[in-house]
């Protein structure tokens, strides 16, 4: 280990050591302090190859320019760095029981470092791949403050487990009450009709409308009458451009909170190191979303399995 030396000096330090190694089948360690470091800095390197030589080749002799310097064996240097791996060790431990206080609760360092990480692998845990949030996200929620909850009754004191709780719950409020603003936003609508969609409950479950912009409309009108399209087809395209306008067009977004509201609470609460729990939880879900995936149109029959199967690859991202 050489302390003070620049890397060229230190190569040919170690080549020294190499030799003594091969000489006496024992190798030596020059140690350098940091006040030598900067005698040798002004030194040019055959003039310190020379200082060098003389305290490796001498033993236990002194360099001339730094009285400090020794010869270390190996069984020396690495009592060295068994002292030093005990203070990193001490200085670890005194960092790990650190008090620090959040809401005026205490915790210690290492306390409050675990909830850091396991917050945010379960924040990590609900992506999303869509704009809005959908039914199917709200479960995540669930599940991502179900996972934190059981580790803070587990692993923290009540009013600790209270702070990190809150501050999970916080968090995913802000995302709900986020999606509820986006749906009052001016180029949104909320289609209040009744009876829309196959089963007639499509605005029961998905009642949010992207407005498509005026301007643009009358765009695309032009470009299809100058297509020079069969009449009742450009008709029809027109006609959908108008309903778009003025009715919006479907956005896949869970519209009724309640409800939503409803399928993360069942998450929430479920316990998830009991299997019988997450079955029942699972078939809770299966009955409140097939009603909510029909309205979208998807069906149940003998050759269209939709809801069933998207209600299956849900439970299977829930499950992993």
């Known amino acids: 280990m050489i302390i003070g030396v620049d890397r060229q000096r230190q190569s ?21 302090d940091l006040n030598a470091g900067s005698k040798f800095a002004g030194m040019k390197l055959d003039e310190t190859k020379k200082i060098c030589d003389m305290s490796i080749s001498g033993g236990t002799k002194l360099n001339p320019l730094n009285p400090s310097a020794k010869v270390y064996t190996e069984e020396e240097l690495e009592e060295i760095r068994r002292t030093k791996s005990e203070e990193i060790l001490r200085k670890k431990r ?5 008090t620090i206080y959040v809401e005026d609760v205490k915790f210690t360092h290492k306390e409050l470092e675990a909830c850091k990480d396991v917050a945010k692998k379960a924040i990590s845990y609900f992506s999303k791949t869509s704009i ?3 039914y199917e996200d709200y479960a995540k929620i669930g599940i991502a403050i179900n996972t934190v909850n059981t580790y803070a009754k587990k692993n923290l004191n009540e009013e600790q487990a209270e702070v990190v709780n809150n501050g999970m719950e916080k968090y995913f409020n802000s995302l709900i009450q986020a999606e509820e ?3 009052k936003n001016p180029e949104y609508l909320i289609d209040n009709r009744e009876g829309v969609g196959t089963t007639g409950e499509l605005n029961k479950y998905y009642a949010l409308r992207h407005k498509l912009d005026k301007n ?20 029809r395209f027109i006609k959908n451009l108008d309903g778009a306008v003025k009715n919006g067009s479907l956005e896949q977004s869970a519209t009724n909170i309640e409800y939503a509201k409803k399928i993360k609470t069942l998450f929430q609460n479920m316990d998830i190191m009991d299997e019988a729990s997450v079955k029942n939880v699972f ?3 299966e009955i409140l979303m097939t009603p909510a995936y029909k309205a979208l149109g998807f069906q149940n ?12 690859n849900d439970v299977k991202k829930f499950i992993s």
């Open 12 to 32: 040919y330090l170690q080549m020294n050591a190499r030799k003594e190694e091969q000489k006496h089948g024992k190798v030596t360690y020059l140690k350098l």
């Open 301 to 312: 029959s003998y050759f269209d399995t939709r809801v069933t199967n998207t209600i299956e």
């Open 283 to 285: 078939e809770q879900y």
């Open 181 to 183: 603003k986006r749906h």
């Open 132 to 134: 809005g949030l959908d």
């Open 94 to 98: 005194e960092e790990e029981s650190k």
């Open 216 to 235: 643009a409309a009358e765009s695309f009108k032009k470009f299809v009458l100058e297509s020079h399209l069969p009449e009742d087809v450009a008709a």
